[in-house]
Structures are given as C-alpha cells and as structure tokens.
C-alpha cells in the first residue's frame, strides 16, 4: 500500500516500520535464511510501533526537560546524582523491556547484525540520545564478558543484559581529556597496579551517559611508555559493593546543543577500582598496556558505527516529517509537493537516504557472501569510517532541507525538526570527528589493505548488475567512478605524508561515493528480478547527481524522474522498466 502522507498529522503516533518499505526490502535482501527473517519481523514490527508511538512522544518532553546534576543533598553531603525528568526514565524501560540491549543474551539463538541494526535506526528516528546510552551499554557488556574476572563477570553481565528495568545497569565509555582530545596518546590518566586490579587517578573531559554503572576507561599504567601505544582499557565499576562512590565525582555536565537527554560530563576518578580488559593469562609488558588501544578501539569503531546510525535514523525521520508536511501544506492553491522544487528537494532527500542506508547497513552484513572471514573483516573496518563520515554529513543537511520545507514553521521549536537539526550536527562529532574518520579510512587502508576488500565488493556489484537498458547508466557512472578511485587510491597511498592528509577527505568521499553507487547496484537488480525498477530509479538518480552529473547542471538535460515518477518514488509504489526508462 503507497504511503498516503497527505491523511498524517505528523510523523509521531504512526508506524514507522510499516511506513518504510525500504526497511522491510533491506531484511529481505540481507536475510535470505526464512528463520532469520521472521525472527527480524517479529522484533522489528514490534519497535516500529513503539518508536513511532511512546518514545517519540516522550523524546519531545525529554527535550525540554534536560537532566540535573545534584550535587548534595539536603544534610549538605556530596552525592553526585543525575536526576533524569520522567519521560526518559520511562522510554529507556521501555527498550530494556524489549530487549533492546538483552535480546542476543536473552533470545536464545544468534542475532544478526542486521536486525540490532534495524532496531537501532527505527530508535534513532525518535530520539539518537537514548541510542547513545544504550548502544555503549551493548559494547560495555560485549567488554564485560571478554575481560572481566571471574568473581564478578557474571553479575556484571546479568545487569548490563537485563531486561527488568529495576535489575539493569547501564554502560558508557571514557576516552578523551581536556588536553588531548581526539589525541587520546596525550591521556594523563593513571592506573596504578593494586594486586589483581588497578587503581585510576585522573579526570575525563567528556563522558556521556555519566551516570551509568559500568565505564569502559582508557587510562596509562604507571611506567607504560607515551602515546596512544602505551594506553590500557579498563572495566570500573561507578560504586563500590558497597554502595559507595568508586572514587568517581561527577564535576558537571555539559550544556549541550542537542541531545539533550542523555548526560554528558566531566568525571573525576581518584583511586577508582578498575580490572584491565585484557585476556586473564595474557602476560603484561610495557607496564601492563598489552592491546590497550586496540581494545578500545575495537568498541570505539562499534560505536562508531552505531552514530552512523543515528546520523540514518535523523535523515529518515527528516525525509518523513518532510513528506507529510508537503503533501498537507497547501499555497497559491495547490498543495506545496506539487511544485517542481519542492518535489526535486524529496527526491534528492530519498535517493540519498537509500544510498545511504544501503552503505550502513552493509556495514552489519559484511561479512555474508563469498568472502573469508578475514576479507570481511577489512571490508566492514572500512566501511565503518565511510558510513560515520557520510550518513552524519548527510543527516544534517537533510535536516536543514526538511526544517526549510516547514518555512518558519521548521524554525520552532515546538514543531519536530528544530530539535533534529540540533541533534544531527552532534553525529558529526561524535567518536570522532569527520577529518579524524577521513584519517581513519585511509589508516584502514594503510595497514591493513581494507581498501582492497573495498573494491572487490563493489566489483561484485558490477559484475551482478542487471544489464537492462534501464539500469545502464547508472552500472557505467559505478564503473567509470569505480576506475577513479582505483586511481585516487594508487596516487595518495604512494603519497609524501602531508599529501595523504591533504586528500584523505576527498578520497573518503570518492569511496563513500562509489560503496553507495555500487551496493544501490545491488537492490537495483534485486528488484528488478521482482519486475520493479524503483530501485533502478533510484541508482541512476543517485549516479546522476554523485557520480557522472550531467553538463551545464543538467539544465540541458530532458530528464524528468523528479517530476514524472516522483509519486512511486517517495510513496514506494512500483514503477514498471518502461515508465523507468520514460522518465
């Protein structure tokens, strides 16, 4: 059934998975065993509802009502308590109840990636704040039930995978310093050997969900070397079994811009309790450091992945509120998404949001198909800063497109995508900066030849590419483009130094670029197997404005899919080849 946006309100009270034909496409493409796709039915038809509905009620009050620091109470001694308005309180116990974080503990079979992904996005179209506490929860267990000792792994586990609100902890992760930043080799945290545990001394500049109960910590043993080589990852407890404070102090929270849900803060740790995430019978050198920074990083490009997310699930809830908006508004006498531009602006804001999410959502399944475990490795450790980079770029430009279809309207605060505009730009920033990604893409490549298994997917892609007429161009601009980045990738990796750092943001993009063309190859032909060329549509408009855009800003050109296929196309009805090739 198409999508009748003019008969909504608003994006909020609807279903969202039922509303996202795209969604349900993407499971059926990447979960091919049955069981497997209707355990994702069951779940992701279950969170459609639930997002659509409560959380994203509840996110516009969480919004206004921010979260409090009390530092004392009423005897005059120090407590350091987040005190959270209740609209927060009662969405997180929502998704615990619904195993957002327990269900591959809980469930009692294995979770695809895809369909943690896909629970992910649908939460991030209400509220990215929540995500980023319970998403770093999920890495914290994940942690957990590698690294920490026996006499407490257990209990650590049961809490943090719980699904009785009042039994779940929470997790967050502490990396940065005042002085150092992204720069994290310039971390002056101490940890201090304490027989089987450690002991840490010193302050966290910016540690959002602060008040969590588990924190993944990066700190320097003491006689570790400098640097980012000489740095541990540690598991510490926010109290004591005690009760008491884990020589943690919360100095205060941030006044941020967006995200206004979850807390951010400055932390000081003095004597905290700690036990190190390395393998129990690992041997320690180099004052204990072992894989230190490669532990934490391997959370770090799990969560990063994860802010990908947020940055889809902002420009899909942009796009619907958008859609519906347009389809009601109605000015010199006929409704606004009539009009060429406004048409033009919701394709563009579509096509990239499908490109973008076929991307992301590749991240998750990299490791399917005919490819050995270690190629799937390298193709999702790049991919990961490609989908970072690329779906938070796009969300705040697609939130800034659809706030403008609103006119003044989008500028209010007490109409939906003021707040998105000011959570999207957050993403962008979040575990890691866009440049320090773009340095990640090309460090993938560097050391560890992830560029390679890059393009062998998106060879694969073309050598399966429906050769339909209708389809053609948009496998020529994927195989054209395909050969530049070779070329970009032989000229910067041969490069001075200085020469790599200069381009690593173009290269970035040029890959992202050819990654979306080349996996929308992919859904094209899927559909195009089941007589629809939606798909096609959507990769050679895709190709058309990334990949090999037309001369004189295609004013010449007699192109007309804005305008002539512009219902199926953001209503996702099926468009037959021969109304595809009209266009």
């Not at 992830?450 to 496998?475: K, Q, T, Y």
Request: proline share 5%.
């Amino acid at each position: 059934m198409l999508a009748d946006y003019a008969s909504y309100e608003g994006a909020v009270g609807l279903d969202w998975y039922a509303l996202d034909p795209n969604l349900a496409g993407l499971l059926d493409r990447l979960l091919p065993d049955p069981d497997d796709r209707a355990f994702a039915e069951e779940h992701v038809a279950r969170y459609g509802v639930l997002c659509g509905g409560a959380l994203a009620r509840r996110a516009e009050e969480t919004d206004k009502h921010g979260p409090v620091l009390r530092r004392y109470d009423r005897w005059g001694q120090e407590v350091d308590v987040v005190e959270h308005h209740a609209t927060w309180l009662e969405s997180k116990a929502d998704l615990v109840r619904a195993g957002f974080t327990g269900l591959p503990y809980q469930s009692g079979r294995s979770v695809p990636a895809v369909v943690t992904a896909s629970l992910a996005y649908l939460v991030c179209q209400a509220e990215t704040a929540i995500y980023c506490g319970l998403g770093m929860t999920a890495g914290a267990a994940d942690m957990v039930e590698r690294f920490a000792p026996d006499e407490v792994r257990d209990e650590l586990l049961r809490r943090l995978t719980s699904v009785d609100p009042s039994e779940a902890w929470e997790g967050g992760m502490f990396l940065t310093e005042r002085q150092g930043g992204s720069d994290v080799g310039a971390n002056t945290t101490r940890a201090v050997p304490d027989g089987a545990e450690w002991r840490l001394h010193g302050e966290k500049y910016f540690c959002s969900n602060v008040d969590a109960e588990v924190f993944i910590v990066l700190a320097r043993p003491d006689g570790a070397p400098e640097g980012a080589r000489g740095l541990a990852t540690f598991i510490v407890p926010r109290l004591r079994s005690d009760g008491s404070p884990n020589g943690f102090r919360i100095k205060r929270l941030k006044p941020k811009l967006g995200t206004t849900g979850v807390p951010t803060g400055e932390v000081t740790l003095d004597g905290a309790r700690a036990w190190i995430a390395r393998p129990p019978r690992a041997e320690s050198t180099g004052g204990g450091s072992d894989r230190g920074i490669n532990t934490m990083m391997e959370m770090v490009n799990g969560s990063r992945f994860g802010v990908a997310v947020m940055g889809l699930g902002i420009h899909r809830r942009s796009f619907l509120e958008a859609a519906i908006y347009a389809a009601r508004r109605e000015q010199w006498g006929q409704r606004i998404d009539r009009y060429p531009l406004v048409r033009e602006t919701l394709v563009d804001l579509l096509v990239s949001l499908e490109a973008a999410a076929a991307l992301t959502f590749e991240c998750a399944a990299a490791t399917r198909g005919p490819v050995d475990e270690d190629e799937g490795r390298r193709l999702r450790r790049i991919l990961v800063p490609l989908a970072k980079v690329r779906a938070t770029r796009e969300a705040v430009g697609a939130a800034s497109q659809a706030l403008e279809i609103f006119g003044g309207n989008g500028y209010m605060e007490d109409w939906p995508m003021a707040r998105q505009l000011r959570d999207a730009q957050c993403h962008t920033i979040w575990e890691g900066t866009e440049n320090i990604c773009c340095l990640d893409v090309r460090r993938a490549a560097t050391n560890e030849g992830a560029h390679e298994a890059l393009l062998a997917r998106i060879d694969r892609s073309l050598l399966g590419a429906d050769p339909a007429s209708v389809l053609a161009p948009a496998v020529d601009a994927v195989a054209g483009a395909a050969d530049e980045a070779r070329q970009a990738l032989a000229h910067v990796l041969a490069a001075s130094n200085d020469v790599q750092l200069l381009h690593a943001r173009r290269l970035t993009y040029l890959l992202a670029d050819v990654a979306e063309g080349a996996l929308l190859l992919d859904e094209a032909t899927w559909g195009l197997a089941r007589d629809d060329a939606r798909k096609a549509v959507v990769a050679r408009h895709f190709a058309r404005t990334r990949l090999a855009p037309p001369p004189v800003r295609g004013i010449l050109d007699d192109d007309r899919t804005v305008v002539d296929l512009f219902e199926p196309l953001v209503r996702y009805g099926t468009i037959e080849r021969a109304a595809a090739a009209a266009a």
